[in-house]
């Protein structure tokens, strides 16, 4: 689609006169216009301009209007582009019937009120710039939780090279994907090309790409090759590569590599390529490290013995990255029932904008209170998505004063349809008042992880309850925060084992997650404990209440 400021309209007429007057009336308000004196004409011009929106009249040679709009219609770049007809011929109900059954978007009669034309015209192009961008919001958020969820399995740096640059390749339509990893030194040791390979791969691998991005650090998108400087270009243009878009890694603010896509097409890639590449990059810089981590680990392992005291001190690094790594996890858990729920404001949205347009095509000024339910489904969408980028960044390390009540209901709304699907009942009692003083992100990944396992206890559904309050423990202001489950329990002589690393009653599960939450809220000053009966089992949390400021 084009700028909002300037649309542009393909003016379909074989009388010149008509053409002139709707051209000039679209120029006026402010669209830009292309002519076309048949359909066959209009077919070829659309085809090329991509216009915002097509005005098609029915009666001209070569090929009428009912033939184009089949045409337009059939063929895949213009087939979701509006199309209005204006005629003075076709006016019985059985071609109105017919122009419509073919793909027209809307019907205007000649001789019309130039109002009404702008206003219909200037209606089906924001319907179709929002349904394009609800559609690319919801397409990038799929792309993310795919991809996000290939990086948290994969542990051989190859293997997820592989799969990570392919998945670029195929959603972003790019000829060439390169990742490029530094050593400790900052020196290239690592690259991986998938697609087409560039003939000076070493070159633009071991020098270009990290001068291009090292010295600024943020990301960088060439609509044209052409522009860059003379002997980058020079190289670029000998190995096909007309655009391309690079993205450093950056782990701990530190720069660790660089994810770059090349197209040998001109403007291949937006600023919407640009944000995506952006997101998956800070995904796959956690996933790298745990990679380079994961086969670290292997290695102490051939030689453990000699490598006690040095594989304690990774190990320490690899549970601050694993806790990440299992945040990670929990929200996978959690992102196909996100993506679906998306859909959820999208039906009552498309009805509003369709009762508008019927107030348009009436006559009748748009009702504001479908205006209203339209912007408060648009901003829900919206709310949904950021909260999913909130989770799945990397986590903030800064303490802040916390109200636990906050933490509990954005972790339940995260995890709600989830719960639905699984028949789950939720009850909340948050009375606690106080404040704690903690890590937000840490938090929310413990309540998650102690909600995702009482769901898996709850196969057939039950009841998870969520309580908070004010107490003394120890003699100290506490907040309490207990989760408990009608789910199958936990056997007595496994109580004293279940905060232990990799010890799991699940068939197949890491042993980390509760290991992890014991962590963080010991680090947070407080305690976890456990109780559980064949019909209830219940975490109970204690975090030391943040002193009062006077």
Same mark, same amino acid.
């Given at each position: 689609m084009h700028s909002d400021e300037q649309p542009l309209v393909l003016v379909t007429d074989d009388n010149a006169q008509a053409r002139a007057l709707l051209c000039r009336l679209l120029e006026r308000e402010g669209f830009r216009v292309a002519e076309a004196a048949n359909g066959s004409e209009a077919l070829h011009k659309a085809c090329d301009l991509l216009p915002d929106l097509v005005l098609m009249d029915i009666q001209m040679p070569v090929m009428n209007g009912f033939e184009a709009l089949r045409a337009l219609r059939e063929e895949p770049r213009t087939a979701r582009i509006p199309i209005i007809v204006v005629t003075a011929a076709a006016r019985d109900t059985v071609d109105v019937t017919r122009g419509f059954g073919l793909g027209a978007d809307d019907y205007i009669v000649k001789p019309f009120n130039s109002s009404e034309l702008i206003a219909r015209a200037r209606s089906k192009i924001k319907a179709r710039q929002l349904e394009d961008t609800l559609h690319r919001r919801n397409a990038q958020l799929e792309i993310l939780t795919r991809i996000g969820s290939q990086l948290v399995r994969a542990l051989a740096l190859p293997e997820l090279s592989d799969y990570l640059l392919n998945a670029l390749c195929s959603h972003l339509k790019a000829d060439s994907a390169i990742l490029m990893l530094l050593n400790a030194e900052g020196k290239p040791d690592f690259w991986r090309v998938c697609g087409k390979t560039p003939q000076h791969t070493a070159t633009l691998v071991q020098t270009w790409i990290p001068i291009y991005l090292s010295e600024s650090g943020r990301a960088a998108l060439v609509d044209d090759t052409r522009q860059l400087m003379p002997e980058l270009s020079a190289l670029l243009e000998a190995d096909g590569i007309r655009s391309g878009v690079a993205v450093p890694l950056m782990y701990q603010e530190r720069f660790i590599g660089v994810l770059a896509l090349a197209s040998c097409n001109v403007r291949q890639f937006s600023g919407d390529d640009l944000r995506l590449l952006e997101t998956v990059a800070s995904q796959a810089a956690l996933a790298i490290h745990n990679a380079q981590l994961y086969c670290a680990l292997q290695e102490y392992a051939h030689n453990l013995e000699a490598t006690v005291q040095a594989r304690t001190e990774a190990l320490k690094k690899a549970e601050q990255q694993l806790m990440r790594a299992d945040r990670l996890a929990a929200l996978g858990t959690l992102a196909a029932g996100i993506a679906h729920e998306i859909n959820n404001p999208l039906q009552p949205l498309l009805t509003n904008l369709e009762l508008m347009l019927e107030d348009v095509d009436q006559g009748r000024s748009a009702d504001r209170e479908m205006i209203e339910f339209a912007i408060r489904d648009v901003q829900r969408i919206r709310r949904i998505v950021s909260n999913l980028l909130d989770f799945a960044?990397?986590?903030?390390?800064?303490?802040?004063?916390?109200?636990?009540?906050?933490?509990? %209901?954005?972790? $339940?709304? &995260?995890?709600?349809?989830?719960? !639905?699907?699984?028949?789950?009942?939720? /009850? @909340? #009692?948050?009375?606690?008042?106080?404040?704690?003083?903690?890590?937000?992100?840490?938090?929310? %990944?413990?309540? $998650?992880? &102690?909600?995702?396992?009482?769901? !898996?206890?709850?196969?057939?559904?039950? /009841? @998870? #309850?969520?309580?908070?309050?004010?107490?003394?423990?120890?003699?100290?202001?506490?907040?309490?925060?207990?989760?408990?489950?009608?789910?199958?329990?936990?056997?007595?002589?496994?109580?004293?084992?279940?905060?232990?690393?990799?010890?799991?009653?699940?068939?197949?599960?890491?042993?980390?997650?509760?290991?992890?939450?014991?962590?963080?809220?010991?680090?947070?000053?407080?305690?976890?404990?456990?109780?559980?009966?064949?019909?209830?089992?219940?975490?109970?949390?204690?975090?030391?209440?943040?002193?009062?400021?006077?």
């Amino acid at each position: 689609m084009h700028s909002d400021e300037q649309p542009l309209v393909l003016v379909t007429d074989d009388n010149a006169q008509a053409r002139a007057l709707l051209c000039r009336l679209l120029e006026r308000e402010g669209f830009r216009v292309a002519e076309a004196a048949n359909g066959s004409e209009a077919l070829h011009k659309a085809c090329d301009l991509l216009p915002d929106l097509v005005l098609m009249d029915i009666q001209m040679p070569v090929m009428n209007g009912f033939e184009a709009l089949r045409a337009l219609r059939e063929e895949p770049r213009t087939a979701r582009i509006p199309i209005i007809v204006v005629t003075a011929a076709a006016r019985d109900t059985v071609d109105v019937t017919r122009g419509f059954g073919l793909g027209a978007d809307d019907y205007i009669v000649k001789p019309f009120n130039s109002s009404e034309l702008i206003a219909r015209a200037r209606s089906k192009i924001k319907a179709r710039q929002l349904e394009d961008t609800l559609h690319r919001r919801n397409a990038q958020l799929e792309i993310l939780t795919r991809i996000g969820s290939q990086l948290v399995r994969a542990l051989a740096l190859p293997e997820l090279s592989d799969y990570l640059l392919n998945a670029l390749c195929s959603h972003l339509k790019a000829d060439s994907a390169i990742l490029m990893l530094l050593n400790a030194e900052g020196k290239p040791d690592f690259w991986r090309v998938c697609g087409k390979t560039p003939q000076h791969t070493a070159t633009l691998v071991q020098t270009w790409i990290p001068i291009y991005l090292s010295e600024s650090g943020r990301a960088a998108l060439v609509d044209d090759t052409r522009q860059l400087m003379p002997e980058l270009s020079a190289l670029l243009e000998a190995d096909g590569i007309r655009s391309g878009v690079a993205v450093p890694l950056m782990y701990q603010e530190r720069f660790i590599g660089v994810l770059a896509l090349a197209s040998c097409n001109v403007r291949q890639f937006s600023g919407d390529d640009l944000r995506l590449l952006e997101t998956v990059a800070s995904q796959a810089a956690l996933a790298i490290h745990n990679a380079q981590l994961y086969c670290a680990l292997q290695e102490y392992a051939h030689n453990l013995e000699a490598t006690v005291q040095a594989r304690t001190e990774a190990l320490k690094k690899a549970e601050q990255q694993l806790m990440r790594a299992d945040r990670l996890a929990a929200l996978g858990t959690l992102a196909a029932g996100i993506a679906h729920e998306i859909n959820n404001p999208l039906q009552p949205l498309l009805t509003n904008l369709e009762l508008m347009l019927e107030d348009v095509d009436q006559g009748r000024s748009a009702d504001r209170e479908m205006i209203e339910f339209a912007i408060r489904d648009v901003q829900r969408i919206r709310r949904i998505v950021s909260n999913l980028l909130d989770f799945a960044r990397p986590a903030r390390s800064a303490l802040a004063l916390l109200q636990i009540n906050d933490i509990a %209901q954005e972790v $339940l709304t &995260l995890a709600r349809k989830q719960l !639905e699907q699984a028949h789950i009942q939720v /009850e @909340l #009692s948050l009375r606690a008042r106080q404040q704690c003083k903690g890590n937000a992100d840490q938090l929310k %990944q413990v309540l $998650l992880n &102690l909600v995702i396992n009482a769901m !898996e206890a709850m196969p057939n559904g039950g /009841e @998870l #309850s969520v309580a908070t309050a004010d107490v003394l423990h120890g003699g100290q202001p506490h907040i309490k925060l207990t989760i408990s489950d009608t789910g199958v329990g936990i056997p007595p002589e496994r109580l004293d084992q279940i905060f232990n690393p990799f010890f799991s009653t699940k068939p197949n599960g890491t042993g980390l997650g509760l290991a992890i939450s014991h962590s963080i809220i010991t680090a947070h000053g407080g305690q976890i404990q456990v109780e559980s009966q064949p019909s209830r089992t219940s975490f109970i949390i204690f975090l030391p209440a943040a002193e009062s400021e006077t």
